[in-house]
């Protein structure tokens, strides 16, 4: 039995169990800023920990850089986010209340949602980028703002690593990192929020070789969602249509993840041309292009970008993986994250806390192993169980009373519930077989 998967039942699990709580929650909080909790920050590391494994496990080099949060006016007026980065926002007079006007959340021909006045300002374009002021001075030299995205950083020092890690075009540089987008409206739990975290690659190549590998990542980011166990069915690439790309686009297509609330944008995948290093050339003054000796010419290389959130993937991840079932009459909810995904691994309990001496051994030998494993003692085993399938862990070994005659212990499967007796000797090898 699986009902079905509500955003509300989600948000719930992750209060309930420390993945994700409200930012400064005693405070009343911030809309749209959240905090991950323990099980949460470790399922995040790992998302991004399978990110870069598979942007580095093709045969061409993808090189990995950290670039700051804070970036001069500059940048922002090159990459065309001072002019082009905003969405259009609407005002209600009467409850002071601000939407976006273009996701269908308001109709300026109808009432309020929230006061049920009809009283709208004009249409008008907000930019979303966080603007602050280095040191004391308040002036236009002082102006900067907190990136909307980590892409630019990578443009910006696209010549410093070419020259500097003795690489060729093609090459790819990754970055995971903050960004911050002041959202109209934040909504939909992590999917939509101010402060996130974005896994960014742009993959260098030659002008007449970007179409052949804007196809080429399209399969190689399938290859990624299965891998993270996604059914085929529960995404989809979109190409985006001519009037929807953005300034800087030649082609683009959407990854889709199907959400409780709909099929929503996952990452985006961009045939980005040569636009970005272009802007940067011509308005920093410095050449930005490469030069092909073997062919003696200078070439402005092209780009393909491949861009997810790493909230909206470790949102879609819960999605995929919960479940309701019932088990001895009681329904279970319980996550059915893969191995690789999993916050903890392993949980080993012991019966009854007089056995606690002999299961202490048994922590250390998993975790020894490389395992990520928690040991509790607390409550009844059926609790435990539930309590660990909650949080997606695939493995139980409980220690009883006949542990300490046989040397052996119970695995429980989480998925099958199926409760194996082994051997202590061989317990490494059944739980990372």
């Keep these: 039995m699986s009902s079905t998967i509500t955003l509300e039942k989600i948000v719930a699990l992750c209060k309930r169990r420390g993945f994700v709580f409200s930012s400064a929650e005693i405070y009343s909080g911030i809309n749209g800023v959240y905090d991950f909790g323990p099980l949460g920050a470790q399922m995040k590391r790992l998302l991004k920990t399978a990110w870069l494994k598979h942007m580095q496990s093709f045969s061409e080099d993808v090189l990995e850089m950290d670039g700051a949060l804070l970036g001069p006016a500059a940048t922002w007026k090159a990459s065309g986010h001072l002019d082009n980065f905003s969405d259009p926002m609407i005002d209600c007079t009467s409850c002071k209340k601000r939407f976006r006007a273009d996701d269908g959340s308001v109709d300026p021909q109808k009432p309020c949602p929230s006061c049920g006045n009809k009283a709208w300002t004009d249409v008008r374009r907000f930019n979303l980028m966080f603007e602050t002021n280095l040191g004391a001075l308040v002036d236009a030299d002082a102006k900067a703002y907190l990136r909307p995205e980590t892409a630019q950083s990578i443009f910006i020092n696209f010549k410093n690593i070419l020259s500097s ?5 093609p090459f790819g540089i990754a970055q995971i990192g903050k960004a911050f987008r002041n959202e109209i409206t934040p909504r939909q739990f992590v999917f939509r929020v101010r402060e996130f975290e974005q896994m960014e690659m742009e993959f260098f190549c030659k002008p007449e070789q970007s179409d052949e590998y804007f196809t080429i990542w399209l399969d190689r980011q399938k ?15 979109r190409p985006h249509d001519a009037d929807e790309l953005a300034h800087y686009s030649k082609n683009c297509t959407d990854v889709e993840f199907h959400f409780p609330m709909g099929w929503k944008e996952l990452e ?13 050339s011509q308005h ?4 930005l292009s490469v030069f092909e000796q073997e062919n003696n010419r200078s070439y402005m290389p092209h780009v393909v970008e491949c861009s997810v959130g790493v909230d909206r993937l470790f949102l879609a991840v819960l ?9 001895e009459g009681e329904a279970r909810v319980l996550l059915k ?23 202490h051994p048994v922590v250390a030998l998993l975790k020894a192993a490389g395992l990520r494993v928690q040991f509790d003692d607390s409550g009844s085993i059926g609790k435990r169980y539930r309590r660990y399938d909650e949080i997606g862990t695939p493995y139980c070994v409980t220690v009883d009373f006949n542990t300490l005659e046989d040397k052996c212990v119970t695995i429980r499967n989480r998925d099958t519930l199926e409760q194996t007796r082994v051997p202590l000797t061989e317990i490494v090898r059944v739980l990372t077989a």
């Design 223 to 237: 290859s990624f969602y299965l891998s993270l166990g996604f059914a085929p069915e529960s995404f989809r690439f």
């Design 319 to 327: 999605c995929n993986a919960y479940y309701e079932d019932i088990v």
């Design 268 to 280: 985006g995948i961009a045939h980005r041309g040569a636009f970005d290093l272009t802007q940067h």
């Design 337 to 359: 994250l893969p191995m690789s995904l999993a916050p903890i691994q392993v949980a080993v309990l012991s019966l009854v806390k007089k056995l606690n001496d002999a299961t």
């Design 165 to 169: 890690c003795r690489v060729k075009v």
């Design 284 to 287: 920093s003054g410095k050449d």
